[in-house]
């Protein structure tokens, strides 16, 4: 054993040392990108030496070790530098299996990456001792360093499908010829925090606080909350802090109250200052914004995250709208007699944005809670999800009844990619004829992270992050922009009464003036829709209004099916699955005086909502996208007809490469980014005057049948619903 110990060494040459300190460098890499992707909160500098000086104590004793094994079993190889290999790939691996990533890809990862390193050191050993020529030297050495470019210009090579971008020179509407709401209004503000007054992470909360809050107890709720957690932020779940930074109006009035809150970030970075782009704009134009503070509910790699978490961020923003509402009654507040508390809207990102649904539903969860018992005073009148998730709370998900609801999500998004929020849209509904609405606005390029400013580009910790594709993204400038546009216009519409913003809903070129030039996926229904069939009545048959009838030709298959997202979730609706080859379609016939005992009021336009199903790319190139006409006939014999084209021409899906090659996206997170394309609906809008515009003499109050016509096959699509939109009320 002596003899094999002292001998363990034999084979590890200068050159095969130099190699290995190659290996050792990608060990410290890793564990400082581990380093910063898993924070300790006592600070960056203090994590980095903390895990560079055990992960190098550690490679040292197992470099070793590994290699006196190797050294007992006689393999005549360079054992330190074997045994560092296996260091290397075992902490690769190990890093990345941490992050939840796919074995596969761990493996993949865990291999690839020292030898990266080994093959730097080959260089630097080459060029450090060998007794060769220069010459010889820089061939030996271009090889390795030809392998490493090579990989590395393949993977920069990266994703560059085009996409389809919404606003051109021909567009047939006239941007409107509003102030942009994405700019800043002429109100002063002022900034202020209010807080616990002890916290001991951020002044701001603590001894330079504004306002002093209460504390709640949360413990009926919240049986996990660990030491760690409670010794990092020096309370436990009996007294969790109502912390927020509020952007306030200059006047004496009310203003309408807007809370924004964050969702699962770390929870040793601090997420509620991102959104201080959006409470800037927002008290500039007449509302109170406050950030709420919610970081000790997020996750840590050191304490876990709180279990209720989801039913606790609704909780906690219900606590804070009581914590204000108990602020505009003490006179020497500055909330006091500020806040119209009939006007009340809850923007949310991510997991926040369920919470902000949530809390428009909260009696679902909360009906027999006494410590919200203020709330029937306080009337949701908006919500706004950014990326929201949509998960089951106590097997229930809320439902918005009677409340404006508008949907941001980024096709790009690399953490809630499969379009959660849709479903929260789907289930918002209007029982009054009115002039609330909801709107879903999909973004392509955009990613999760970047409508917080704070959240940076990645929508995943590192070192995972660093294997996302960002080469397509939209900058951080951008992406924010189209939340302020939509977001100011959302509240401005839905809580100050400015209808001139609504048509921004209806048909996103209506703001090409204010909006970066990118493509845009929307939808948008109010109080005034009435829709013609429910197809979620039924996976049998299609049931229509009474007086509704429709005959489809030429489909090859006609069926009610489930729509689905990109990991074959149902979305919560059910819609008609549609084939053709070559031309289809299908009428809808009315019986006669249908119009006049259905509909109260005049007509506005036909609408109808659709996506584009499973086209698979290499067809595309030789097939053009589904041309859609609509033919109308009054009970005269006119028709008329309008193509959607020059309207909303119908697009393909937009595909996203996720991840810096293409392969990646099967192996890296089991499955998640494996379906390039996501089935997004559109709203399709066919204005009643361009019918009667085309043809004087149809009489859109007489409509006995309406054809929908499909051609440019082969292709597939999926009809959600189809139905008239009357004038606003």
Do not use: C
Not at 611 to 623: P, Y
Not at 709 to 719: A, H, L, Q
Request: charged content about 25%; aromatic content about 14%.
């Amino acid at each position: 054993m002596k003899s094999r110990i002292q001998r363990t060494f034999e084979y590890d040459t200068y050159f095969w040392r130099m190699t290995t300190i190659g290996v050792w460098i990608s060990v410290i890499v890793s564990g400082i990108l581990a380093g910063l992707g898993n924070p300790t909160g006592i600070g960056t500098l203090i994590d980095l030496i903390i895990y560079f000086i055990i992960n190098n104590f550690v490679f040292m004793i197992a470099a070793v070790v590994l290699a006196t094994l190797l050294s007992f079993m006689y393999v005549p190889v360079p054992r330190l530098l074997l045994g560092s290999l296996v260091y290397a790939g075992g902490l690769v691996y190990f890093i990345l299996d941490a992050q939840s990533l796919s074995p596969l890809f761990s493996v993949v990862i865990g291999f690839s990456f020292p030898v990266v390193g080994m093959i730097l050191g080959i260089v630097v050993a080459v060029y450090t001792r060998s007794t060769w020529k220069l010459e010889k030297k820089f061939i030996v050495s271009l090889i390795p360093i030809s392998v490493l470019f090579i990989v590395t210009a393949f993977i920069v090579s990266g994703d560059k499908s085009e996409i389809q971008r919404s606003f051109s020179e021909n567009d047939p509407f006239e941007p409107l010829q509003l102030e942009n709401p994405g700019l800043m209004g002429e109100n002063e503000f002022s900034f202020f925090t209010f807080g616990s007054g002890t916290d001991k992470r951020r002044s701001e909360y603590g001894e330079e606080v504004g306002i002093v809050s209460k504390s709640v107890d949360a413990s009926e709720y919240i049986t996990k909350w660990s030491g760690r957690k409670e010794s990092f932020w020096g309370f436990d779940e009996t007294a969790l802090p109502l912390n927020g930074r509020v952007w306030m109006p200059e006047g004496e009035k009310e203003f309408p109250l807007v809370l924004m809150v964050h969702g699962n970030h770390r929870m040793e970075h601090f997420s509620d200052e991102g959104y201080q782009y959006l409470g800037e704009l927002l008290a500039s134009r007449g509302f109170i914004a406050v950030s709420v503070d919610q970081n000790f509910l997020n996750y840590s790699g050191w304490s876990g995250i709180p279990n209720d978490d989801m039913k606790m961020r609704a909780w906690v923003l219900m606590q804070h709208l009581q914590q204000i509402q108990d602020y505009e009654k003490e006179e020497d507040n500055p909330f006091y007699n500020r806040i119209n508390f009939d006007q009340v809207a809850i923007v949310g990102h991510s997991r926040g944005g369920q919470a902000a649904a949530m809390v428009a539903d909260y009696k679902k969860w909360f009906e027999e809670d006494t410590t919200l018992s203020g709330m029937e005073d306080i009337h949701i009148e908006s919500v706004v999800g950014i990326a929201p998730t949509d998960k089951t709370v106590d097997d229930e998900r809320a439902r918005l009844e009677e409340v404006n609801y508008l949907l941001l999500q980024g096709s790009r998004d690399g953490d809630v990619n499969t379009f959660q929020g849709d479903r929260q849209y789907l289930r918002s509904y209007f029982y009054e004829v009115s002039n609330r609405f909801k709107a879903s606005v999909y973004i392509a390029e955009a990613n999760h992270s970047q409508f917080n400013t704070d959240w940076g580009r990645m929508d995943m910790r590192l070192p995972g992050g660093i294997f996302l594709n960002r080469q397509q993204m939209m900058n951080e400038e951008a992406q924010q922009e189209v939340a302020k546009v939509y977001i100011s216009a959302f509240l401005e519409t839905t809580l100050l009464g400015q209808e001139e913003y609504r048509d921004l809903f209806r048909d996103v070129r209506y703001g090409q003036d204010w909006l970066p030039n990118n493509q845009y996926i929307t939808r948008f229904e109010d109080g005034n829709y009435v829709t013609f069939t429910d197809f979620n009545q039924s996976q049998e048959e299609i049931h229509y209004m009474d007086g509704v009838e429709v005959e489809q030709e030429g489909f090859h298959s006609w069926d009610i099916d489930r729509a689905e997202d990109r990991r074959d979730v149902n979305k919560g609706v059910n819609g008609v699955e549609m084939a053709w080859k070559e031309e289809a379609q299908f009428t809808i016939e009315l019986e006669e005086d249908f119009l006049a005992e259905s509909f109260s009021e005049n007509l506005d336009s036909f609408q109808l909502s659709l996506t584009s199903l499973d086209m698979e790319r290499e067809a595309r190139e030789e097939t053009e996208t589904p041309v859609i006409e609509i033919e109308m006939t009054s009970d005269n014999g006119e028709a008329s007809l309008v193509t959607a084209d020059p309207f909303r021409p119908v697009n393909f899906p937009i595909e996203t490469q996720y991840t810096i090659l293409p392969w990646f996206d099967d192996i890296m997170r089991d499955e998640k980014y494996e379906e390039s394309e996501a089935p997004v609906f559109q709203t399709y809008e066919f204005p009643m005057e361009e019918f009667q515009e085309n043809n004087r003499a149809f009489q859109s109050e007489n409509i006995t049948e309406i054809t929908v016509y499909i051609s440019n096959g082969p292709g597939k699509i999926m009809i959600d619903n189809f139905g008239f939109l009357m004038n606003e009320q």
